[in-house]
């Protein structure tokens, strides 16, 4: 893991670059930023006055400047996983997922039993509370425990159940705005209330680890449905009779689409073919990763269940067939969606950090660099290697990469 120091605000800093912004990609560009907000991004040449005096960060001189990347769906790292998320765990996996380019996320859970997920919700609340140092974490995702049977990949099955509103009720009124996705089945027992339920309450709906028929994906979509948790893995595939879920996420503009650009959970031609399908804004880059992201080969858990990890790849201990996750990072997912899929950096940085920070309603906030919006900002090489990172306009510094 790489070693991360974080330095004092600066009153005011400039950082000279390429610089990716809404309107493209900018050859001669700087950034200003001060204290937590960025106050300009655009042609060095027309930079304001006002600024023109504030000291060139020595960190941020040369290469692209890009937005920092948003991950939705993360499950740790560094050793360290969010079902067991006491204030040391959090610090470790924010600190970790920050040296590689992510600079907000949403802590990620797995189907386990109630009092667990309580526990996950209440430590997570209370970090966010005290602070957060590294990473920041926007809320909390549930991935389950309201999923198929049939498709649990690696999620305990001894903890599905059935959608249960009351749950949510009561974890929204205990801790309002924390949780800010759910993925569930959406063919099974009282999904689609759920669904309306979650959307009235500006969570996002996102199907995964389901049976659903293509149909049955559709009549979800009308009830809400805005998502697709990690494309492909875990949902019944698209065949020319019978589309699917995988097939219905393709087609359904309403319902934006997770990928794992790892070369490993789908075949990059598979990507390109959901990025031709799906608009700009509904493809979202994540990471799915566990807590053996950033360490060696070797056994390690995924909440309550055993994994191996050989070559970098993630399966379950007992069943070696299913994968648990990933050991992906942002920084190799977006250099994977550039350099092997095809993507323009336009294209890969909305997939990581815009289309992601509309899913969290924090598109005014962050995922472009524009005045007015965080100084979460990324410095890149000609390669894609990372370099830099800055969270709230504060630099953090790393071997990274």
Do not use: C
């Not at 198929?148 to 001894?158: D, R």
């Not at 909305?350 to 900002?377: V, Y």
Request: overall charge negative; hydrophobic content about 45%; glycine content about 10%.
């Amino acid at each position: 893991m790489a070693e991360i120091m974080t330095e004092t605000e600066f009153s005011g800093q400039l950082l000279y670059g390429k610089v990716l912004t809404p309107a493209g990609l900018i050859a001669d560009g700087v950034v200003a930023v001060s204290g937590e907000q960025i106050h300009y991004a655009g042609e060095a040449a027309w930079l304001p006055d006002a600024y023109a005096e504030w000291p060139a960060n020595g960190q941020g001189q040369g290469g692209l400047l890009i937005p920092g990347f948003v991950d939705v769906h993360v499950h740790g790292g560094a050793g360290y996983d969010f079902m067991y998320s006491d204030s040391r765990a959090l610090d470790t996996i924010t600190r970790f997922h920050a040296s590689q380019g992510t600079t907000t996320m949403l802590a990620t859970t797995m189907t386990a039993a109630k009092p667990e997920i309580d526990r996950v919700l209440a430590e997570v609340d209370a970090y966010r509370t005290a602070g957060m140092p590294y990473a920041r974490l926007a809320g909390v995702h549930l991935e389950g425990p309201f999923i198929s049977q049939k498709w649990p990949g690696a999620q305990n099955p001894e903890h599905i159940v059935p959608a249960n509103i009351g749950w949510l009720e009561a974890w929204e009124e205990q801790y309002p705005g924390l949780i800010r996705q759910v993925t569930l089945a959406p063919e099974r027992e009282g999904a689609l209330e759920a669904i309306s339920w979650l959307r009235k309450h500006g969570i996002t709906a996102a199907l995964g680890h389901t049976n659903a028929t293509f149909e049955e994906v559709i009549a979800a979509a009308d009830a809400g449905l805005n998502q697709a948790v990690h494309m492909y893995n875990a949902m019944t595939p698209l065949h020319h009779r019978k589309p699917g879920t995988a097939g219905a996420v393709m087609f359904d503009d309403r319902i934006r689409a997770e990928i794992i650009a790892d070369g490993i959970h789908v075949h990059p031609a598979a990507i390109r073919i959901v990025t031709r399908l799906k608009n700009k804004a509904n493809l979202l880059l994540i990471t799915d990763a566990m807590s053996a992201t950033g360490l060696d080969d070797g056994e390690y858990m995924i909440g309550d269940l055993p994994v191996m990890v050989s070559g970098g790849v993630a399966t379950l201990k007992e069943h070696p067939e299913s994968l648990a996750g990933s050991t992906l990072t942002m920084i190799r997912g977006f250099r994977y969606l550039v350099q092997e899929v095809g993507l323009s950096l336009q294209e890969a940085s909305q997939a990581a950090s815009l289309t992601p920070a509309i899913s969290l309603g924090l598109q005014r906030t962050i995922g472009t660099l524009e005045a007015g919006k965080r100084g979460d900002i990324l410095r890149l090489d000609d390669q894609l290697n990372l370099h830099g990172v800055w969270i709230n306009g504060r630099v953090i510094t790393a071997a990274i990469d």
